[in-house]
């Protein structure tokens, strides 16, 4: 197959039609087309007074020596996964997010039934609670946003961005689209499922593994680690009638970053653990109408909810950037533990809430949290997440403040246009006092700095929540070149074990996602 690509689109157009706008530009005979697709879809609003689409096509030519102008294809194969034969043995994945979800996949793929071990609730049933925890304030600590079938990112907003070339990344997005997502994320320049749709999409996938014999343990938390020989042979796990032990030689460890409690027993078995880099900061919320205007300026256009993308470097070394930019979403409740609060950013499918959301993060060092512990940076976290549920009033509401107040370094006293979407409720107050002052300084300047990149980004009611620690794990567990710990037979991945710099399709979560949120989507495997 050949590609074309630079196809300019200054018009709302039926996409079929697309064929026949390249096949005139690009002088193309009809009748030697035998198939195409769209193999890229983008939005170049770099000029406000020439916002247009940008598609890449590929055509598959009776002809082809007619058109060598064109560059021909050359499809990026996906490597062999190397699965030695675990005859008599079994594999045991700890947490069904997006690397547990897509280790299971490959391990069923190549003729392994796993066993998957989560804390949390089936996806269907994690909905209701996170629901109850958004109305109520009454948090489930063992099933939330954190915690459960699909990890953080599935309420989040299913961004499938990725900063690697891995040829695994064209297999993840395959999968999700066998599974139930629309086809467009093959081509989207900046995919998305939102978590509306990726509930259903996480529960097909669930229901794939175990019809070709993988197992789910649902609501059953591993507690416990027994080695032997510097050898993994089990995990004891309690559910909600009984403690039980699971013998395995092999176990993938997808505990996610939140899973805080797990790290510290594996510390105490000997697991080798480094502290790692992360971010902390707030989510801001603006108008969605403000965002389309200040990317898009006065096209006519039907163009989706508009996205930014931001970051700042200041001389003193900090940065900051901005994370899991949920267009059309809201700013939801994502903690954990009781006596915390933790914020995170969510979209639906369609996007079409009143306001844009984003994470504001500036860049947190070991250096910044002098305990020797490989677990510090677990602790610097936590000690903003308490302090920001005493300044929300003890009750899970969440502290808020108008940026301008923000600047002026006053607590806020009335919300402007910009109506805060956290739920179970917010807190009018001055975030400096809970903030580090690193964190506050570079957060001031960096707004500024914004402010000049995306006009209306300093927004005098501009909301900002407080706090989001959660970007991405306070620590990594080191493994070889066989993705293999220092105790055997423990195969660290994922977001939680600090692999979602290298490995992420994301984010958000599915993040990310960070989720995102989801994380480590794209992996191999050696057992």
Same mark, same amino acid.
């Given at each position: 197959m ?6 300019? !689109? ?11 706008i390249a096949? +005139?530009?690009?002088k193309?005979?009809r009748?030697d087309i035998l198939e195409?697709?769209?193999?890229k ?5 770099r ?7 940008n ?24 490597p ?7 005859i008599n ?7 069904s997010?997006p690397?547990g979800?897509?280790?299971?996949l490959?391990?069923i ?25 958004r109305?109520? %304030?009454k ?6 946003v954190?915690f459960?079938?699909g990890? #953080? ?5 299913g961004?499938?961005?990725?900063g690697?070339h891995?040829?695994?990344?064209k297999?993840?997005l395959e999968e999700?689209?066998?599974f139930?997502?629309?086809e467009?994320?093959l081509?989207l320049s900046k995919p998305?499922?939102?978590?509306d749709k990726?509930?259903? !999409?996480?529960?097909n996938m669930?229901?794939?593994?175990i019809?070709?014999?993988?197992k789910f343990?649902?609501n059953?938390?591993v507690?416990?680690?027994n080695?032997e020989?510097n ?5 004891i796990c309690i559910?909600?009638n009984?403690t039980c032990?699971i013998?395995?030689s092999h176990?993938?460890?997808a !505990?996610?970053?939140?899973? +805080?409690d797990t790290f510290?027993k594996?510390y105490?078995?000997g697991?080798? $653990? ?18 389309n ?6 096209s ?12 700042c470097h200041?001389?003193n070394? +900090?940065?900051?950037?901005?994370f899991?930019?949920?267009? %059309? ?7 954990s =533990?009781?006596?915390?609060i ?14 844009a959301?984003?994470?504001?993060l500036v860049?947190v060092?070991?250096?910044?949290f ?10 610097f976290?936590?000690?903003l997440e =308490?302090?920001?549920?005493e300044?929300g009033g003890?009750n899970?509401f969440?502290p ?5 107040d ?5 607590k806020s006293e009335?919300i402007?246009?910009?109506k805060?979407?956290?739920l ?8 400096q006092?809970?903030l580090?002052?690193?964190?506050t ?5 960096s707004?500024?700095y ?12 501009a !909301?900002?929540t407080?706090?989001?620690t959660?970007?991405?794990s306070?620590?990594?567990?080191p493994?070889?070149?066989?993705l ?5 037979g423990i195969?660290?991945c994922?977001?939680? #074990?600090?692999y #979602?710099?290298?490995?992420y399709?994301?984010?958000s979560?599915?993040?990310q $996602?960070?989720?995102?949120s ?7 495997l050696?057992?």
């Open positions: 050949i590609r074309i690509s630079n196809i300019k !689109i200054y018009d709302d157009i039926d996409e079929n039609n697309l064929i026949n096949a +005139r530009k690009f193309i005979d009748n195409w697709h769209i193999s879809k983008s939005i170049d609003a000029k406000k007074d020439n916002v247009h689409y598609y890449s096509i590929d055509l598959k030519l009776k002809n082809e020596n007619k058109y060598k102008k064109f560059d021909t294809i050359k499809e990026q194969s996906i062999n996964i190397k699965v030695n034969n675990l043995k079994k594999a045991i994945i700890v947490g997010g690397s979800l897509f280790a299971a490959t391990l793929q190549n003729g392994i039934k796993p066993i998957i071990i989560e804390q949390g609730s089936p996806v269907e049933e994690r909905e209701k609670q996170v629901e109850v925890f109305k109520t %304030g948090l489930d600590t063992l099933s939330n954190q459960g079938e990890g #953080a990112g599935t309420f989040s907003d961004k499938l961005t990725t690697i891995s040829p695994f990344c297999k993840v999700f689209v066998n139930g997502a629309p467009e994320i081509y998305h499922i939102g978590t990726l509930i259903q !999409i996480i529960k669930r229901e794939y593994i019809s070709k014999g993988g343990l649902f059953t938390k507690i416990d680690f080695i020989n050898k993994i042979s089990s995990v559910d909600k009984s032990e013998h395995a176990i993938i460890l !505990i996610g970053h939140s899973s +805080r510290q594996l105490e078995k697991i080798n $653990m480094e502290k790692k880099n992360f971010s902390v900061g707030v989510r801001i919320e603006h108008l969605q109408e403000d965002i205007k200040a990317q898009y300026g006065k006519k256009l039907k163009l989706p909810p508009a996205t930014y993308k931001l970051s200041l001389p070394g +900090r940065s900051c950037y901005t899991c930019m949920c267009p %059309g979403g809201v700013v939801i409740a994502s903690s =533990e009781e006596n915390t933790v914020t995170n950013g969510m979209s639906n499918f369609l996007r079409d809430g009143k306001n959301n984003s994470a504001v860049n060092t070991p250096d910044d002098p305990n020797p512990s490989p677990l510090a940076g677990i602790y976290q936590k000690d =308490e302090k920001a549920f300044l003890k899970y969440a808020v403040q108008r940026v301008e923000f600047l002026n370094d006053r009335f402007g246009k910009v805060p979407t956290y179970p409720g917010v807190t009018l107050s001055n975030l006092e809970i580090p002052d690193f964190v300084s570079t957060l001031k300047q707004i500024t914004f402010d000049s990149k995306l006009k209306g980004f300093a927004n005098p009611d !909301i900002l407080g706090v989001e959660r970007s991405s306070p620590v990594k567990i493994r070889d070149e066989n293999v710990s220092n105790i055997l195969y660290p994922g977001e939680g #074990a600090g #979602a710099g290298r490995y399709v994301s984010s979560r599915w993040n $996602m960070r989720y995102c989801f994380r480590e989507l794209s992996f191999s050696t057992l």
